[in-house]
C-alpha cells in the first residue's frame, strides 16, 4: 500500500514490480488451467458419452452413465427402470464415514490444537514439528502399516489379548472401523492446523471476562470460544471432510467390499474391474457438484458473518 | 469525603502475598476499601497493581494471606463465584455479540428473567449514552464507545464491587478527560465501590477518593489525593507523585514533628512537616510549585539560572545550587510574574509548611 500512495502520480510503475502483478500469477493459472480445468471438463465431456466395451469412450452423446446411477434396467437395458440404490448406498455410506472421521477428527483436533495455541515460546513450534512428522511418509506407506497393525494376528490385536482385554483377535481389518481408521488418521493433521491457527488469534481475556461474568468453564467454550474460533472450525472441517468423502486409499486397501465408499467407485471404472469411463466420469462430476455445494454453502455462511 | 466514611469495609485485603516462580509480586498487602469509594491503585508499570486486581476479581491465586469481600473471604471462589466485575484494559468484549447482547450476557448467566434483562440492559446502555448501538457489533464502534459498551457490561449485572484495569489508557487524551468525570459520576450515583488501576497518577489524583501507592509488590502509601501529594511518606511517594525537588540534607534537631535541617552545611531551615524525623541524613521534598523566585540579597539560598522551559500556563525554572544541585522552580505564567534569563543569579524562598522532611 505504501507504495502505491508513494507512486501515485509519479509514473514510476516501470521502477517498480507493480506491472508484473498479474503476470505473476501466469505459472500457476498456467498449472491449474492445464491439470485441473481441463482434466475436470474433459470428465464432464466423457460423461456424456457411451461407453466402449473394455474402457475407453465412443463419441457419442449418451445419458446412460448418469442414468445408470439413478435406475435398474436390468442386464440388457430394456426392462422398465427401476430405482437403482447401489450407488447411492454407496454415496450415503460414504458422506457417513466421512462426516464420523471429521466429526472423530474435530474432538480430537480441537483439544490438540488448543493445547499447542497455548504453549508458550518455542515448545509452539516442536509440537507443530511434530504434527507434520506424518507427512515424512506416504500415505500408501502409511496406509499399508495400518493395515499391518490392525490384521487378525497383528500387533494390535496381539497386545489387547496380551493384557487381556479381548479373548480372540478382533475382527478390524475389513470392516467399517478400519476404513474409519485410516480416514481419521490421514486427516487428522488437516483438523489441527487451521483450528490452531485460529486459536492462536483467540483473546484469552475474552475467557476472562466470560469468566468475570458469572460464566462456567463449559459455558464459555460454548458461547464465546467456539464462536470466535469458528472459522477455523469450518476450515477444519472442510480439509477433513472432502478428501474423506473421495477418498480412495483408505476403504481400498482396510475396508472390504462392505466398506466399498465413492473413490473406490470412480477407480473401479477407470482401472479396475468395470471399466465403464463414462460412468466413473459421471460419478466424479455427482461427488464433484455435491463438494461444490457444500463449499458454496459455506462461503455463504462466511459473507453473511461478513456484512 | 465524609460521605465516604461509612466504616463499612467492601474489600479486606489481609497480607497477601503473591508469588511466581521467579518474581514476588506483592509483598505482604494489606488494604482496606471502604464500601461505595472510589478507590485507585496508582504505581508504575509492574508494581503489583494489577496483579492486586486479578487477585481480587480471581484470575490469579494467592500465596499468602486472606481477601474478604464485605467480611467473607473469596480467595478460595473462582472469579465466576465472586460478585465482582472487571473492565478489562482493552474491553475484551465479545467480538461476535451485539453490544445487547455483550452487555446482557452476565445477566443471562445470572439466570435473570428476559424481561428484566431487556430492562436492565436498556438502563445500563442509557446510563453510558449507548441506546441508540445496541444493535451494533463491537468492531462497529469507535475505542471511546468500545469503552463504554465494557463498563456497561461490567455495570448490568450490579456487582457489588467493579474492578477496572486502566481502562482509560487506550482512549486519546481529550476523550480520557471526559470519560474521567464520567466515571466518576456514575460511580456517585450507582454508590458501587470503583476499585480502579491506574499508572496515570493525574486520573488517580482528580479520581480518587483514596489512593494506594504502589512500587516494588508494595503499597507505599495510601490516603487521599491531598494527603499523598502534600504529605508523602516516603522518596517514592514524593517522586512519583507530580514533580518534587528533593534535596540532601541533615537534620540537627528535632522532636518527631517539626525538624531542624542543615542544607548545603551552613543554610538552616525549621521545617513543620517532619512526622517521623530522626536525626541525620534525610531528604526535604520541596513541589517547585512551593518555591518562588527573589532576590539573591534577600534570600539564604542561592543559585544561578541553567534552563528555562516555557509550558504554556507556567515557566519551569531550573537553578543550580552552589554544590551543583539543581532545584526545580515553577513560576506561574502571568503578567506580573518576574521570569528571570539564564546565567542570572537568584535566590530561593521557600513556602516552609510545604517542605516536606523524609528520612532515606
Not at chain 1, 505504501?2 to 498479474?22: E, W
Request: with cysteine; net charge negative; aromatic share 8%.
Amino acid at each position: 500500500m505504501a507504495m502505491q500512495d508513494i507512486n501515485q502520480g509519479k509514473n514510476t510503475t516501470t521502477h517498480t514490480y507493480q506491472g508484473l502483478g498479474p503476470s505473476l500469477l501466469m505459472p500457476t493459472w498456467l498449472m491449474i488451467g492445464i491439470f485441473l480445468v481441463l482434466p475436470v471438463l474433459m470428465m464432464l465431456v466423457y460423461s456424456f458419452l457411451t461407453k466402449e466395451f473394455r474402457g475407453g469412450v465412443i463419441w457419442e452423446f449418451s445419458l446412460n452413465a448418469y442414468d445408470q446411477f439413478i435406475f435398474d434396467r436390468g442386464l440388457f437395458g430394456d426392462d422398465p427402470p427401476k430405482m437403482e440404490w447401489t450407488y447411492i448406498g454407496i454415496f450415503w455410506r460414504s458422506i457417513l464415514q466421512a462426516g464420523i472421521a471429521t466429526l472423530l477428527c474435530l474432538l480430537i483436533g480441537f483439544p490438540t490444537a488448543w493445547f499447542i495455541a497455548t504453549r508458550v515460546g518455542n515448545s509452539k513450534s516442536i509440537w507443530l514439528f511434530l504434527i507434520t512428522i506424518p507427512y515424512w511418509v506416504n500415505l500408501l506407506i502409511r496406509t499399508i502399516s495400518m493395515k499391518f497393525l490392525i490384521r487378525e494376528n497383528g500387533p494390535a490385536n496381539e497386545f489387547m489379548m496380551s493384557i487381556g482385554l479381548i479373548d480372540a483377535p478382533l475382527q478390524m481389518i475389513n470392516t467399517n472401523f478400519a476404513v474409519q481408521l485410516g480416514l481419521f488418521y490421514s486427516y487428522l493433521p488437516f483438523m489441527v492446523l487451521p483450528i490452531y491457527a485460529s486459536v492462536e488469534r483467540y483473546n484469552f481475556s475474552l475467557s476472562e471476562a466470560a469468566a468475570d461474568l458469572y460464566s462456567s468453564q463449559w459455558v464459555t467454550l460454548r458461547k464465546i470460544i467456539i464462536p470466535t474460533v469458528k472459522p477455523g472450525i469450518i476450515a477444519g472441517c472442510i480439509l477433513v471432510f472432502v478428501p474423506s468423502l473421495g477418498a480412495f486409499l483408505a476403504p481400498d486397501l482396510l475396508g472390504g467390499a462392505k466398506s466399498f465408499m465413492i473413490g473406490s467407485l470412480i477407480e473401479d471404472q477407470f482401472g479396475g474391474q468395470a471399466g465403464n469411463w463414462p460412468f466413473g466420469a459421471a460419478v466424479s462430476m455427482i461427488l464433484l457438484s455435491m463438494v461444490l455445494i457444500v463449499l458454496t454453502f459455506y462461503a455463504r455462511l462466511q459473507s453473511r458473518r461478513a456484512s | 469525603m465524609s460521605l465516604h466514611e461509612t466504616n463499612k469495609i467492601a474489600i479486606d485485603v489481609d497480607n497477601v502475598t503473591k508469588r511466581y516462580a521467579e518474581v514476588t509480586a506483592l509483598k505482604n498487602v494489606s488494604l482496606s476499601i471502604h464500601d461505595n469509594e472510589f478507590f485507585t491503585l496508582l504505581g508504575p508499570s509492574g508494581c503489583g497493581k494489577t496483579t492486586l486486581l486479578r487477585t481480587i476479581a480471581g484470575f490469579e491465586g494467592i500465596s499468602e494471606g486472606d481477601i474478604r469481600l464485605f467480611g467473607d473471604s473469596i480467595i478460595d471462589l473462582p472469579p465466576n463465584k465472586r460478585p465482582v466485575n472487571t473492565v478489562f484494559q482493552q474491553y475484551a468484549l465479545f467480538p461476535h455479540m451485539s453490544v445487547m447482547e455483550n452487555v446482557a450476557f452476565g445477566l443471562r448467566r445470572q439466570k435473570v428473567v428476559d424481561s428484566e434483562v431487556r430492562k436492565r440492559t436498556g438502563e445500563v446502555l442509557e446510563l453510558v449514552q449507548l441506546s441508540g448501538f445496541a444493535d451494533r457489533l463491537p468492531s462497529q464502534l469507535s475505542g471511546g464507545q468500545q469503552q463504554r459498551v465494557a463498563l456497561a457490561r461490567a455495570l448490568a449485572p450490579r456487582p457489588k464491587v467493579l474492578l477496572l484495569d486502566e481502562p482509560l489508557s487506550a482512549l486519546d487524551l481529550k476523550l480520557r478527560q471526559d470519560v474521567r468525570v464520567e466515571l466518576q459520576q456514575i460511580q456517585a450515583n450507582t454508590g458501587i465501590t470503583f476499585v480502579f488501576v491506574t499508572h496515570d497518577q493525574e486520573e488517580a489524583l482528580t479520581m480518587s477518593n483514596r489512593i494506594a501507592v504502589m512500587s516494588a509488590g508494595i503499597v507505599q502509601q495510601v490516603g487521599t489525593s491531598r494527603d499523598i501529594y502534600e504529605s508523602p511518606e516516603n522518596k517514592f511517594v514524593a517522586d512519583f507523585i507530580g514533580d518534587t525537588n528533593l534535596i540532601d540534607v541533615e537534620i540537627v534537631e528535632t522532636d518527631g514533628r517539626q525538624a531542624t535541617c542543615l542544607l548545603l552545611g551552613n543554610v538552616q531551615l525549621i521545617c513543620n512537616n517532619a512526622k517521623g524525623a530522626t536525626k541525620g541524613r534525610a531528604s526535604l521534598s520541596v513541589r517547585p510549585e512551593r518555591l518562588s523566585l527573589g532576590d539573591a540579597s534577600n534570600s539564604s539560598l542561592s543559585g544561578t539560572v541553567s534552563r528555562l522551559t516555557y509550558l504554556g500556563t507556567d515557566i519551569h525554572v531550573a537553578v543550580n545550587l552552589e554544590d551543583g544541585e539543581v532545584i526545580d522552580v515553577r513560576v506561574q505564567n502571568s503578567e506580573d510574574a518576574r521570569i528571570p534569563d539564564t546565567g542570572d543569579i537568584v535566590g530561593l524562598n521557600l513556602e516552609l509548611d510545604a517542605a516536606r522532611v523524609l528520612m532515606n
